[in-house]
């Protein structure tokens, strides 16, 4: 997995609440075991009409949003589960979700393969979707060692909670493989020791 330390990016804002996995990615494209190529079909039936044309009025389709970080409504990644939303997310270019609650199952995916949710206050989410609504270029500095996140616009801030094992990996690009392969020094020491 690529590292993750800081980021500065502008934001795509989904002010929709309950977005579940069947919605981030249908089902009916959960036939390869890869995770490239998903991202095309990230909220397919929201993003495109029968005839496979974009819808204008959907966000994702909107060119004056861009950037690596998806602002969501609460509740979301409910469902059924499947790593295939975090990979879909992932493809399309994004490597952090904000939202002010995530399904646990979607959560631990997402942390697995790289993705960082970060959770914030209700209050702190409506911050953000002011700001964008205000700014359409408006950006957000997300510092993973400080657990941060700061509106550039307008300086507020707010701290987020996140496993220390997996803050390790993702700052050090680990998945759990990784992260056991380096600690093999302390493994040999420990059987050494025996």
């Given at each position: ?15 929709i ?11 009916r494209?959960?036939k ?8 095309e079909n990230?909220?397919?039936d ?11 009025d959907?966000?994702l ?13 609460k ?12 990979w ?9 979700v ?16 790289g ?18 609504g205000?700014?359409?270029?408006a950006q957000?500095?997300v ?33 759990d493989?990784d ?5 093999k ?10």
């Amino acid at each position: 997995m690529k590292k993750f330390e800081r980021l500065i990016s502008g934001l795509v804002p989904l002010n929709i609440e309950n977005i579940d996995t069947d919605q981030i990615i249908p089902a009916r494209f959960l036939k390869a075991t890869t995770r490239e190529g998903f991202g095309e079909n990230l909220f397919r039936d929201w993003r495109y009409n029968g005839d496979n044309t974009l819808k204008a009025d959907f966000v994702l389709n909107n060119p004056t949003y861009s950037g690596q970080v998806l602002v969501a409504g609460k509740n979301f990644g409910c469902g059924s589960s499947r790593e295939h939303a975090a990979w879909a997310i992932q493809d399309a270019g994004f490597d952090v979700v904000i939202s002010s609650f995530f399904a646990d199952i979607f959560k631990g995916n997402a942390l697995n393969n790289g993705l960082l949710p970060i959770q914030v206050s209700e209050a702190f989410l409506a911050a953000i979707f002011a700001a964008v609504g205000k700014n359409h270029k408006a950006q957000l500095d997300v510092d993973l060692e400080n657990q941060t996140v700061t509106i550039a616009d307008t300086g507020e801030k707010t701290d987020f909670e996140i496993n220390s094992y997996k803050k390790t990996c993702l700052i050090n690009g680990y998945d759990d493989i990784d992260f056991i392969l380096d600690q093999k020094h302390l493994i040999e020491e420990f059987e050494q020791a025996k």
